[in-house]
């Protein structure tokens, strides 16, 4: 891990030098105002790069399969310091069609249905599991299809799918001032972009709707955290507060009703700890929070997705904010989701607040099954 200090005029400027010298897999671990002699006020930016960068290790796979690997590899080793180079390609060989022969299981697994369904509905049943749609939606989906008589051949069948895959997403509108202080509280896992999706929601209420706001900081356990939201709020010249407990937060929220918004940036943690969600749930409920947005990346694995919903689910979450639509490979998994809570954002960079757009059930079927699909499929794949 490569930790380097920046001190810069402003953060975009920092953010800069960071991408220039550590690259963009940089992370800026904290931030925080300092002032010069002449009382001029910089920035100054703590960056990490991990030098075991490990973005391009491919997803771990199945560990009975990497033990096999493993253990060829481990004779191979062995046969390679003998100088063997004919055991050598053998073990090679071997090890190449072990792992066509794990892919092939892997496949009959996911998916399993596929040659019960027949040849058009079983293609779309790969199709669809390729995008990550969970299984039962999948079958329901094609249950329809068939149904309804549009599985006569692909293209049809795909677009029938994709109209129909609207009943399994929930949309909720943005934000809108009205008579009352509204109280938005965001939470979620670690890094899923909660204090900038905070933040950009922040700026557009107060440049679109011309909204007065103020944004506070109850992230105050993480080094950094309260600085971060700090150094945006004064760059965007938005008020700050810090609230370090449920107490705190409920005497911020007494006095600050005047305003339209009060934004609360909460700390990520892992969904798993109970004592992490009964913070949120104490924070959001001592300020009688209506909005309360659930941030999840898109990024993040089904089965993870499934435990944060779970977790997540007795803060009463009344919508979502989907982050990192720009990263994530494929969405369907998101679906377990967002058929039970509506989407309201989402983002899709890392711009600030230009990247944050109010959800659309079309551009979400767009991400989850998009309409040139059939033409970036290898035909013998599907
Ligand atoms: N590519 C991409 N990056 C994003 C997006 N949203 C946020 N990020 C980046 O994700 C990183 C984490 O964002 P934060 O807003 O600090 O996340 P957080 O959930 O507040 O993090 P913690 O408070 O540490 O749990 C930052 O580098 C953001 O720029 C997005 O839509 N796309
Ligand atoms: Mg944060």
Same mark, same amino acid.
Request: glycine residues 6%; contains cysteine; proline residues 3%.
């Given at each position: ?74 004779? +191979?080793?062995?046969? +390679? ?21 794990? +892919? ?78 509204q109280k938005v509280v965001v939470f ?44 945006? *709020? ?15 937060l409920?005497?911020?929220t ?8 009060i934004?609360i ?15 949120i749930?104490?924070l959001a409920d001592s300020v009688n929070a209506q909005h309360r947005f ?21 803060v009463k979450?009344t ?8 990263? *994530? ?42 309409? +040139? ?10």
């Amino acid at each position: 891990m490569k930790i380097k200090k920046y001190i810069a005029k402003n953060l975009t400027e920092g953010k800069l030098k960071i991408k220039e010298e550590l690259g963009s897999e940089a992370v800026i671990l904290s931030t925080r105002k300092i002032k010069k002699a002449d009382g001029i006020e910089l920035i100054e930016i703590v960056a990490a790069l991990d030098s075991d960068n490990n973005s391009q290790i491919p997803k771990k796979e199945n560990p009975g399969k990497s033990r096999m690997i493993n253990q060829i590899l481990k004779k +191979n080793q062995s046969v +390679n310091s003998a100088g063997n180079d004919e055991s050598y390609s053998r073990l090679l060989r071997e090890i190449d069609s072990l792992k066509k022969e794990m +892919n092939e299981i892997n496949d009959n697994v996911k998916y399993k249905y596929a040659a019960a369904l027949g040849p058009i509905a079983g293609k779309i049943f790969k199709i669809l599991r390729k995008q990550e749609v969970p299984e039962d939606i999948a079958l329901k989906l094609i249950g329809k299809t068939i149904d309804a008589g549009a599985n006569n051949n692909l293209i049809n069948a795909m677009d029938f799918i994709r109209f129909n895959l609207r009943d399994y997403i929930k949309i909720d509108k943005p934000l809108k001032k009205d008579s009352t202080t509204q109280k938005v509280v965001v939470f979620g896992g670690t890094g899923t972009g909660k204090t900038t999706a905070l933040v950009r929601i922040g700026i557009i209420s107060k440049l679109v709707l011309k909204a007065d706001i103020t944004l506070v900081s109850a992230d105050t356990q993480k080094v950094g955290g309260a600085e971060q939201l700090e150094t945006y *709020a004064s760059i965007s010249g938005i008020s700050f507060r810090t609230a370090y407990n449920s107490d705190e937060l409920k005497e911020i929220t007494d006095s600050e009703d005047n305003k339209d918004f009060i934004f609360i940036d909460t700390r990520g943690s892992n969904h798993k700890e109970k004592e992490f969600i009964d913070e949120i749930i104490m924070l959001a409920d001592s300020v009688n929070a209506q909005h309360r947005f659930m941030v999840i990346s898109a990024t993040t694995a089904e089965e993870t997705l499934r435990q944060q919903l779970e977790c997540f689910k007795s803060v009463k979450p009344t919508g979502v904010i989907l982050t990192k639509l720009d990263e *994530a490979f494929s969405l369907g998994s998101i679906l377990k989701v967002i058929q039970e809570i509506p989407v309201t954002y989402i983002t899709t960079g890392q711009r600030i607040p230009e990247d944050l757009e109010p959800a659309s059930k079309e551009m979400l079927i767009e991400h989850i099954l998009p309409k +040139n699909i059939l033409e970036t499929m290898v035909p013998e794949k599907i």
